[in-house]
């Protein structure tokens, strides 16, 4: 049976892209005013603040990367043929500093936890809910940084420790490289069963699809044919080192883990290192995989290494949506039962 035609609208209707859908808050945690919270990170080298949402506009100021900027509301350029037509206005309540291309800023939200006491033998999946937290050799500032872990990332915490100056630290392991470092416990969210519990379990795995469409740069999820679930995506690029197309075809789900280091070896880094990269569900054996996103947000044009990048919320939907299911105290789930993917022009 043939796939039904998607409008815009529908799309649009069915994704929630709409401006709340693109600050969504996490799971769980709700606000009286949305933007009162709501906090933008810096993604590229440099970002330019316009007067106006508009590349065309009068330029205010630029910001560097990791800069952590308050987003006070939203934008639609007068760009009609822009893949991404949102722009974050930042400053405050009381001062409207300008407009930034929200395609280069990762939305964020700084929610500090309190720590577990105890973490168990096999240790507790996790997400960074701060903007970014650094990761360290020991469980003090002072010593040497390993990783910057950025917010949504995801990883395994394996204990918990209090150092002299009484702050609380969670030892982290390291899946690629099997090496333990420490981060501030405040800064991770320990993560639910509710959270990760299977999206329509009823649903046979046969009766399930996903469908990626690269002329749109669009996901679909399909139950007995019919659209539940759609998002933007990045998928495969051509650029300046090399030709990284993603595949067509059919495929299946067939390795996921909610958790990967991605680096030297890993067809989604191609030479950069992103330890936490979330919800990953490989589709082939060469590394091809949906995973969630922080190192852009610039959703609805090709601009990956091969892999379909998604925004980690949606990449954790169709991850709790598909087959195999991982368990809550796994790393990982290979093989069994997977959900079918089809990949069209």
């Known amino acids: 049976m043939k796939s039904p035609n998607l409008s815009r609208r529908d799309f649009l209707k069915l994704s929630g892209l709409g401006l709340a859908g693109l600050l969504a808050p996490p799971l769980n945690f709700h606000f009286d005013n949305p933007f009162a919270t709501q906090q933008g990170r810096v993604t590229t080298r440099t970002v330019w603040v316009y007067k106006l949402p508009s590349k065309d506009a009068e330029k205010v100021r630029f910001y560097q990367r990791d800069t952590v900027l308050s987003i006070n509301n939203t ?5 009609l043929e822009a893949h991404n037509r949102v722009w974050y206005q930042i400053g405050t309540e009381d001062f409207a500093e300008g407009y ?14 309190t720590p577990r006491i105890e973490i168990p033998k096999d240790g507790l999946l996790a997400e960074v809910s701060v903007p970014y937290t650094d990761a360290h050799e020991e469980p003090n500032n002072e010593s ?7 917010y949504e990332t995801t990883h395994w915490v394996k204990s918990v420790t209090t150092n002299a100056d009484g702050q609380v630290w969670y030892q982290v392991r390291d899946d690629k490289w099997d090496k333990l470092y420490y981060a501030r ?7 639910t069963a509710d959270e990760l519990a299977p999206i329509s379990p009823e649903v046979s795995s046969k ?5 990626v469409r690269l002329d749109q740069q669009i996901v679909i999820a399909y139950e007995y044919n019919i659209p539940v679930f759609v998002t933007a995506a990045s998928t495969g690029a051509i650029l300046q080192v090399g030709t990284y197309t993603t595949p067509q075809g059919d495929f299946l789900t067939f390795y996921k883990r909610p958790s990967r280091h991605m680096a030297a070896g890993d067809i989604a880094a191609s030479g950069f290192d992103l330890p936490g990269v979330p919800w990953v ?3 082939t054996d060469g590394g091809i995989s949906f995973h969630g996103t922080f190192w852009h947000n610039d ?12 925004a980690s919320n949606a990449a954790k939907w169709l991850y709790r949506w598909t087959s195999p299911q991982v368990a809550m105290n796994k790393e990982f789930s290979f093989g069994g039962v997977g959900t079918k993917v ?3 022009e």
Do not use: W
């Open 75 to 79: 934008a639609i350029s007068d760009d």
């Open 100 to 113: 930034v291309y929200s395609g280069d800023i990762h939305p964020v939200r700084t929610v500090l936890n």
């Open 144 to 150: 040497d940084t390993v990783y910057r872990m950025y």
């Open 185 to 191: 416990a405040e800064h991770i969210r320990i993560m």
């Open 207 to 211: 009766d399930k699809k996903i469908q």
């Open 281 to 283: 569900q490989y589709i």
């Open 299 to 310: 959703f609805g044009r090709p601009r990956s290494h091969g892999c379909i990048n998604l």
């Open 342 to 344: 089809e990949i069209i």
